[in-house]
């Protein structure tokens, strides 16, 4: 399997229902266990050797920026020599020592589509993967892009059972609460990990919604196909739920640590 398939993940939105973290920073440098979620999504693909990163910057994305430029330095230590021949000397090796991150500029309201298409020209191969910048999953992304290759379509999309954020009330004819169900997953969704050929982009302009009428049009082509997963699936979407990611890391019970 090509390695060298790039990872574009969407790092632009707002994140409003989520603003308790957001007001001072973009989604996806939202911290789980100490580390930006775009960090747990960017150490799942590279757990199966891809470790290209196309990253779509929006909202507030020189904190995205800050980051990486910053990332050696508050990876490892050093010794800084100061003076007119300063010098930097680092003294261990983080695990993501072959990253290789481009970092792009897509506006600040761009739809997730319209960023899509504005880095159609870092694309270099015929094959790529979009995922979004607040998923977190652990999807057998080997086994996602082998599937892709096989089925020869334009565009695949995980298929998942995300949990419901409700439980379920169960009623006799007297209106007594015979059961309650916490964790009732609901009909597939859409759980992000896509993964395209080039010619998606026939179908994207500067300012659509991924998720709307390119992805609408993919499949009344016949072009558009599902990998189900059935494994561990979260959208981190609001505070309980931010909340809920950081308690399963601390207890060791993070699903999606896969590395």
């Not at 969407?10 to 266990?33: A, D, H, N, S």
């Not at 909202?59 to 330095?73: P, R, W």
């Not at 993501?96 to 897509?106: A, K």
């Not at 659509?208 to 009428?213: D, F, H, M, Q």
Request: contains cysteine; aromatic residues 12%; charged residues 25%.
């Amino acid at each position: 399997m090509e390695q060298n398939i790039p990872v574009v993940i969407l790092c632009g939105g707002m994140g409003t229902r989520l603003r308790e973290e957001t007001e001072y920073k973009p989604k996806p440098m939202v911290e789980i266990g100490g580390k930006p979620v775009l960090w747990h999504i960017m150490k799942i693909h590279a757990h199966y050797g891809f470790r290209r990163f196309i990253l779509c910057l929006g909202y507030k994305g020189s904190v995205i920026k800050d980051y990486f430029l910053n990332y050696e330095a508050m990876s490892n230590d050093f010794t800084l020599q100061l003076g007119q021949e300063n010098s930097l000397i680092y003294h261990s090796n983080h695990t993501e020592q072959d990253f290789d991150v481009t970092l792009v500029d897509t506006g600040l309201k761009t739809m997730t589509g319209g960023r899509v298409k504005r880095i159609e020209r870092f694309i270099d191969t015929d094959t790529f993967m979009v995922t979004y910048g607040d998923g977190l999953a652990n999807v057998d992304i080997g086994a996602l892009v082998a599937f892709h290759c096989d089925h020869g379509k334009t565009a695949t999309l995980t298929a998942t059972r995300p949990p419901s954020r409700y439980g379920i009330l169960e009623l006799t004819t007297e209106d007594r609460v015979e059961r309650f169900r916490e964790k009732v997953q609901t009909e597939r969704i859409n759980g992000g990990f896509l993964v395209f050929n080039r010619r998606v982009f026939d179908y994207l302009d500067s300012d659509c919604v991924l998720e709307r009428e390119p992805m609408e049009r993919l499949a009344a082509d016949g072009q558009l196909m599902a990998f189900r997963h059935e494994g561990f699936w979260i959208g981190m979407d609001t505070f309980r739920e931010y909340e809920m990611l950081n308690q399963m890391w601390d207890a060791g019970n993070a699903a999606w640590k896969i590395w």
